[in-house]
């Protein structure tokens, strides 16, 4: 995206228009990014982001005059939208629903940094993939991230279960395992996560916690299983985050997530640079859903 004399200028994306605005603003000024290059993030890594938000709900946040600044959570498409972006009305909100590149620019100059979606599409009650959300009180404490994202990876190995780990883009570290569509209850997903949480904070009670208020934990690593259902949302992959180094919630591959990885590594420009050295770890995962059988975990678990 070239620049503009007056910070403002013209895209036409698929066929469509898009007027951009203040395209000078600074948006991270510790890393000295504009809105400009925050656009052309949005471009470089769409192809990548967008499968994650197709037929998906969107609440995003905005930050109007950069990180630094007041946000809003914006779930409900504001009345001057153009015509092009979808719009899914849910319980009388009129959500948009970004699949493709345009809406995903028009957003971006809307100054939506973060992007939240839901763990169902548009057309269906049923959760396409479980997601642990594993949440250490600082950053200082994110070794225990690790350490719960590995303890975890050990069980689904056992369990024969594939998962696929990303960072939070803040703190803390997420793990997806994406499940077969339309096969399972927002119950059955909930009948798992528990099992595991629990058996985690009761193998290293000293580590993991699953108290739900943050003055009661510690300084212990929150195993969130409560944020998988219906209605709840988690940040999607490649998404920016409002925080002042600009990080982005990031996959990764397995080898990965040792003691050397820090949440630091991944700032947008960091991640501009990995998408053109490595593939997207989470390609997979739509192949791997076909083949995971989680109904015999269930079926062992309702079993106990």
């Known amino acids: 995206m070239g620049s503009t004399s007056n910070a403002n200028g013209e895209l036409n994306i698929e066929g469509q228009t898009i007027q951009v605005t203040s395209l ?13 290059s925050y656009l052309q993030y949005l471009i470089e890594v769409h192809k990548r982001m967008l499968p994650f938000l197709q037929n998906r709900h969107l609440t995003v946040k905005r930050y109007p005059h950069g990180m630094y600044d007041d946000f809003f959570y914006q779930k409900n498409c504001p009345d001057y939208a153009p015509e092009f972006i979808q719009t899914d009305l849910h319980e009388k909100i009129n959500y948009i629903v970004c699949n493709d590149l345009a809406s995903l620019i028009w957003l971006g100059n809307q100054l939506a940094l973060e992007f939240h979606i839901p763990f169902n599409t548009i057309d269906s009650i049923s959760p396409t993939e479980i997601v642990f959300d ?87 690593c929150y195993i969130d299983f409560l944020q998988h259902a219906e209605g709840k949302t988690i940040i999607a992959p490649y998404s920016m985050r409002g925080v002042e180094e600009a990080l982005v919630a990031t996959p990764l591959f397995w080898n990965e997530v040792n003691d050397q990885l820090r949440p630091e590594l991944f700032s947008m420009n960091d991640v501009l640079d990995r998408i053109k050295k490595k593939d997207c770890p989470l390609t997979e995962m739509e192949s791997v859903r076909k083949q995971q059988p989680f109904r015999r975990v269930l079926e062992g678990l309702l079993k106990q």
Do not use: W
């Not at 096969?183 to 000293?206: C, G, H």
């Open 134 to 220: 594993l949440d250490p009180p600082s950053r200082d404490h994110f070794s225990l991230a690790i350490k719960a994202a590995l303890q975890i990876k050990q069980i689904l190995d056992r369990l024969e279960l594939v998962g696929f780990v990303k960072t939070s883009g803040n703190k803390g570290l997420q793990i997806y395992i994406p499940l077969q569509i339309g096969a399972f209850s927002y119950e059955d997903t909930r009948m798992f996560t528990k099992f595991i949480a629990e058996y985690l904070v009761n193998q290293f009670p000293d580590d993991f916690t699953i108290e739900r208020m943050k003055e009661n934990r510690g300084s212990k």
């Open 24 to 36: 000078d603003k600074v948006l991270y000024p510790e890393k000295d990014i504009t809105k400009q």
